[in-house]
């Protein structure tokens, strides 16, 4: 018969059921013990990591996004019924190709251009070097023609169309430094 520990349960039951309670807490402990050894370097490596974060979003570019919403509407065909002219499953597919084409000719170069010559952006510096002052000198040496095909880049590289799905509505995005130049390049896209 098994000797009787405490309270009359058997040593046995007793000491098989402390040894897994102390499993059980000695895991826990020994994480406690690990961080509470070294919780000045995890506080300086947490200390560290958040002054860093907070030197990067103290030293980055403000961006700005002006969005502009434009229905995108093809005329109504004018169109004779008579039966047979027209196959059934094609008007789907037709809306398809005509959608994609309008928002490709929103992120088209020749638009882009339209808007540089708009808005004389091949002439504005600032906009030229991202409104960083130690890139315009650089700037007024170029010609142009080349200040125009940055310029059209820049316009063309920060705009994004977005279409709504199941609408005919499209957002275009124009992303830059500045908010008013944000509005006015997606007000000379639409």
């Known amino acids: 018969m098994p000797a009787l520990g405490h309270a009359g349960v058997p040593i046995a039951y007793t000491a098989a059921a402390m040894s897994e ?33 907070l030197l990067m979003a103290m030293l980055t570019q403000r961006e700005y996004t002006a969005t502009v919403t434009i229905q995108v509407d093809r005329e ?17 597919s037709w809306n398809n190709e005509f959608y994609q084409t309008q928002y490709s000719l ?3 170069r020749s638009l882009s ?13 600032e906009f030229l070097s991202g409104y960083r002052p130690n890139d315009v000198t650089d700037l007024k040496a170029l010609s142009r023609t080349r200040r125009f095909q940055i310029a059209t880049g820049i316009v063309n590289g920060n705009t994004l169309v977005a279409p709504i799905r199941m609408s005919s509505i499209v957002d275009v995005r124009f992303v830059s430094p500045n908010p008013s130049m944000a509005a006015a390049v997606t007000n000379s896209i639409a």
């Open 21 to 53: 309670a102390d499993t059980q807490e000695s895991v826990l402990r020994h994480y406690w013990r690990i961080f509470y050894k070294r919780r000045y370097a995890i506080m300086a490596i947490t200390a560290a990591c958040v002054g860093l974060a």
């Open 113 to 125: 251009e339209a808007v540089v010559r708009d808005l004389r952006l091949a002439d504005n510096y």
């Open 76 to 92: 109504a065909p004018k169109v004779i019924s008579v039966g047979g002219v027209e196959a059934e499953g094609s008007s789907n």
């Open 106 to 108: 929103l992120k088209s």
